[in-house]
């Protein structure tokens, strides 16, 4: 997460795994910790034509070329090693890939967003009567600060009612 650990990267050499829009966005962020930027397409770029264009503009880089390994030294990055064979230096790699629940929200009948998170409302209440939701399934802001900060608040909300329901 560029915001959890960019400063220790500040302008070091960096990659991007994304594609597309994704990889578009996440790279104007990333684009403010260091200029040294490349955006790993793993397959064939689905950036338009004009987003292609800024890329250049900024001198980022775009390689379409699939990963094939990641190559570290005690759990620091050194290389991207393509297909083929090519290494690519890098200090960080950000792998910006498309969010997935990790639970069947199904069984349960939860409302999701558009984006596939748990919808919820203010008091972290979901569609379903009793069932509430927090943390890094009901939005985009996937840090451990804001999970324990939701986790936190609903845990309060639903002591809350719970004492309510006994008084």
Not at 138 to 158: D, E, F, K, P, S
């Amino acid at each position: 997460c560029p915001y959890c650990h960019g400063y220790e990267v500040h302008g070091k050499t960096t990659g991007i795994m994304s594609n597309g829009d994704m990889g578009f966005e996440f790279s104007k962020i990333v684009y403010n910790l260091t200029k040294e930027l490349t955006l790993f397409t793993n397959g064939n770029s689905t950036l338009s034509e004009e987003q292609a264009e800024r890329f250049g503009r900024n001198n980022i880089g775009i390689t379409e070329t699939e990963i094939e390994n990641i190559e570290h030294e005690n759990g620091q990055i050194r290389h991207v090693i393509l297909k083929g064979g090519e290494k690519v230096p890098l200090d960080a790699l950000y792998a910006k890939i498309p969010f997935e629940q990790n639970i069947d929200t199904g069984d349960l009948g939860l409302e999701l967003t558009e984006h596939g998170y748990i919808k919820i409302d203010h008091f972290h209440k979901t569609n379903v009567e009793g069932v509430f939701a927090c943390g890094d399934n009901t939005t985009m802001m996937r840090a451990v600060a804001n999970a324990v900060a939701q986790g936190n608040l609903t845990g309060a909300i639903v002591n809350k009612e719970l004492a309510e329901e006994s008084f």
